[in-house]
């Protein structure tokens, strides 16, 4: 059973690639707020994602505990200033963990509430 835990389906990977682009979008109105000042490039399709509300403050809800850990082990220094590789790994890792919590979370949830039936 532990091993199953976070094994590859198609609700982790569609969550996965949900928060993904949330995180893509994230980052592009990001650059809408401040990067267009300092000069730095546009992303690619910042034009679609800058129009889509909330996308800003979902990323970063779903980054805050991540952000929190690193803090607690001296490595948000690294996550800020590192390469951007670095970044988004341990974003792609963090939000499959998450997918994995939400989707055994989901499983449990219908488990009871087939016995109940």
Known sequence: ??????????????????????????????????????????????????????????????????VLALRLIRLDGLFNTGPAWFFWAVQALWFYLLACLISLAWQHLTRRIRQKN
């Not at 979008?25 to 994602?49: E, I, M, N, R, Y």
Request: aromatic share 12%; net charge neutral; proline share 11%.
């Open 1 to 66: 059973m532990p091993f199953n835990l976070c094994k590859p389906d198609r609700m982790r990977i569609a969550l996965l690639a949900l928060m993904l682009v949330v995180a893509y979008g994230g980052h592009t109105q990001s650059w809408a707020f401040s990067g267009k000042d300092t000069g730095l490039p546009c992303p690619p399709l910042a034009d679609v994602f800058v129009s889509i509300p909330y996308l800003w403050e979902t990323w970063v809800i779903l980054l805050a505990p991540l």
